[in-house]
């Protein structure tokens, strides 16, 4: 893991784009922007995705939406007044993942790495298969 190490340091210390980094590196810009999310709080903070803007709850607005989730989990019917086993399945999963902290975004770009140099190669590759496949229809329009 020296390149993402180096990866987050030229960006974050030397203050280097993401596409200045790709060149340094000979990767590809969505390789590296990539690797940042997952590596950068700095980047992350950069392109807004750590930003406050306003969509998080107050602690007392937190505890109020868990306790109605945890409520519906309790009490839910379905129409007929028999128990809706579905629901509170539904609902007793979405607690249990948000207490483990699995709906955090952040928390899975970190539990799952990637190899950069994998990424960056199945991205030229595919890259380069939808060149090929533009190259052999551009004829066919120009017939039409």
């Known amino acids: 893991m020296v390149i993402d190490n180096q990866i987050k340091e030229q960006y974050e210390v030397y203050n280097r784009s993401p596409e200045q980094i790709a060149e340094n590196e000979g990767l590809d810009p969505t390789a590296i922007k990539a690797k940042l999310l997952q590596v950068s709080a700095k980047y992350r903070t950069d392109i807004g995705q750590d930003a406050e803007d306003g969509r998080d709850f107050s602690i007392q607005q937190l505890k109020d939406a868990n306790q109605v989730i945890y409520e519906n989990m309790l009490s839910a019917t379905l ?38 140099l994998s990424f960056n190669e199945a991205l030229s590759s595919a890259r380069n298969k939808a060149e090929l496949a533009k190259q052999a229809i551009e004829p066919k329009l120009i017939e039409c």
Do not use: V, W
Request: aromatic share 8%; hydrophobic share 25%; charged share 40%.
């Open 79 to 116: 129409p007929d007044g028999s128990i809706d086993y579905r629901t509170r399945q539904r609902a007793a999963e979405y607690i249990r993942d948000d207490k483990k902290g699995r709906k955090e975004l952040r928390q899975l770009l970190q539990q799952n790495q990637f190899n950069i």
